[in-house]
């Protein structure tokens, strides 16, 4: 079973607003991170967050971490249609990197 | 730096028949992970090569094998392909350490008919 998982599973926002996609683990993780998948093409990486780390910010976006309660959420600020793609987070689990279901966002001009 | 580079970018094969991809890492890292992305399953682990060795295995049928070669390039074989093969296989490298960011390559489109 995967060892992220995403909610919501689509979301759909007008342009300028702000996106939120949350993340949920399972077992204990060394680093979190995040990507983005434009339709059918590879993966993009955004942001890792490690452990030890609660928050972190990369230009529009900012990550947050609660090892307590295994989450994790992505905030994409002042939304813009090019920003209309699948986003995943994933975690160190079991020596390899195990990947989300993700999330959709459209991002609608 | 050149990124991660996959070819063929598609691919129509018919039941039975095998296939192999190639995968051209980014110049000096000597990590390759290949995963399939499915609309019914996401994405799953497939396999991961470090320095020619296979360091790490996904829960796939032996159907599914790789190499990597002395450069860092490698190549993943299905064998007697199947129906629910068809799906988008990704290519990912990386410096070295297993939980480190990870580039993708553009995938490669694999239809089975």
């Known amino acids: 079973s995967q060892q992220g998982e995403e909610d919501p599973q689509a979301l759909s926002i007008q342009e300028g607003e702000n996106a939120t996609m949350n993340c949920s683990y399972k077992t204990s993780i060394n680093n979190l991170q995040w990507y983005r998948q434009n339709s059918g093409r590879g993966l993009v990486h955004l942001i890792l967050i490690r452990s030890n780390e609660r928050e972190k910010h990369s230009g529009r976006l900012r990550v947050t971490l609660d090892t307590s309660k295994k989450s994790s959420s992505l905030l994409i600020t002042a939304s813009r249609a090019a920003d209309t793609a699948s986003y995943f987070c994933?975690?160190?689990?079991?020596?390899?990197?195990?990947f989300g279901a993700g999330t959709i966002l459209r991002v609608k001009s | 730096k050149a990124g991660v580079t996959q070819t063929p970018r598609y691919l129509i094969k018919t039941r039975g028949q095998q296939v192999t991809l190639s995968c051209s890492p980014i110049?000096?890292?000597?990590?390759v992970s290949w995963y399939q992305q499915t609309p019914g399953q996401g994405l799953q682990f497939l396999f991961e090569y470090f320095s020619e060795t296979q360091r790490n295995k996904g829960n796939f049928p032996g159907r599914f094998s790789g190499r990597q070669f002395s450069n860092s390039r490698s190549e993943m074989n299905v064998s007697t392909l199947e129906l629910g093969d068809s799906a988008l296989y990704l290519c990912?490298?990386?410096?070295?350490?297993?939980?480190?960011?990870?580039?993708f390559g553009p995938g490669t489109r694999l239809l089975v008919l």
């Open positions: 110049s000096g890292h000597r990590s």
């Open positions: 994933a975690t160190d689990g079991g020596n390899k990197l195990v």
């Open positions: 990912a490298s990386s410096l070295g350490t297993r939980q480190e960011t990870q580039y």
